[in-house]
Every structure is written in C-alpha cells, then in structure tokens.
C-alpha cells in the first residue's frame, strides 16, 4: 500500500498544503500545556509534514513516521528550507508493525487523517492504543 502513496506523493506532492491542519492547531494548544518545555513528538503518518513542521516552528522536537518515502524526502526538504532540519527526524515505518522506539521516548503521539485508512482495528489497537493515552 505505500506505493500508491507514494504514486500520490509524486502525482501531487502538494496534496494536503503546506498550512497546518485545525487539528494540529488544537493537538499544538494541548502538547503546549505539558509539563516540558519542547514536548517530543511523534506524528503518525505525517505524510509531507505540514503538521510536523508546525509543531516544529512551535519548540517542539518531531519524530514524522510515514511508510512513504517520498512524502518524507519531501518533508526533509521543507524542513531543511525552513531551517527546522534538527527539529524534524523523518522515521519511513509502517505503523502496522510494532513502533522501534523504548516506551516513554515521546511526550505526545499525534495522528491526523491515518486512522481513517484501511487498518484492522487491531493492527492498530495492539501497538499504538497500548502504548499511548488517547485524547
Ligand atoms: C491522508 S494522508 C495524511 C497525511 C498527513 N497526516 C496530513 O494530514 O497531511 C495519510 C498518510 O498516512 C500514511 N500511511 C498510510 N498507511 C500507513 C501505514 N500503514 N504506515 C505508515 N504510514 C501510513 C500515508 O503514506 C499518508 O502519508
């Protein structure tokens, strides 16, 4: 399945627009009211990254998880252009497969439009829902 996202991502790399979602602006309000300073984040699914690269204009620190690698490619180059390349690790993993991180490593786990593909609920619910309270 990444190959048709990728396939989008070179058809129209610009598909969902550079401005932050309205849910990454009421998850950024939130993460701000944690008790660290730069929350870290992982962004499931982050596509090219306008989420990611707006919580990452915000101090926070951004791991951006896509199993497309040419959403990602894209990702680094904005965040290189935008000078936020140290803000920004792009991870390429299919959230299918158990995440390759320690617990307690992220402040936050944010997802915007990936639940909603064709995922069993238990392809997600073993590892994500397990490892992060939901809001
Ligand atoms: C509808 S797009 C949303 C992108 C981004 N969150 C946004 O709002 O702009 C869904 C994203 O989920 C990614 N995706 C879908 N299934 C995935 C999977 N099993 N593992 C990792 N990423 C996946 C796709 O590559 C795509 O970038």
Do not use: N
């Amino acid at each position: 399945m990444h190959e048709h996202w990728d396939g989008a991502f070179t058809t129209k790399p610009d598909r969902f627009g550079s401005e932050p979602s309205v849910s990454a602006k009421v998850a950024a309000e939130a993460f701000a009211r944690l008790p660290v300073p730069h929350p870290d984040v992982l962004d499931l699914g982050s596509g090219t990254g306008r989420d990611a690269l707006f919580f990452a204009r915000r101090g926070m620190q951004v791991v951006a998880l896509d199993f497309s690698g040419v959403a990602l490619d894209s990702l680094k180059r904005a965040a290189r252009s935008a000078g936020l390349s140290r803000a920004i690790q792009t991870l390429r993993h299919d959230v299918r497969e158990p995440l390759p991180f320690p617990d307690s490593t992220f402040d936050a786990c944010y997802a915007h439009m990936l639940y909603c593909m064709d995922f069993a609920l238990d392809e997600l619910a073993a590892e994500i829902f397990s490892r992060f309270e939901t809001t």
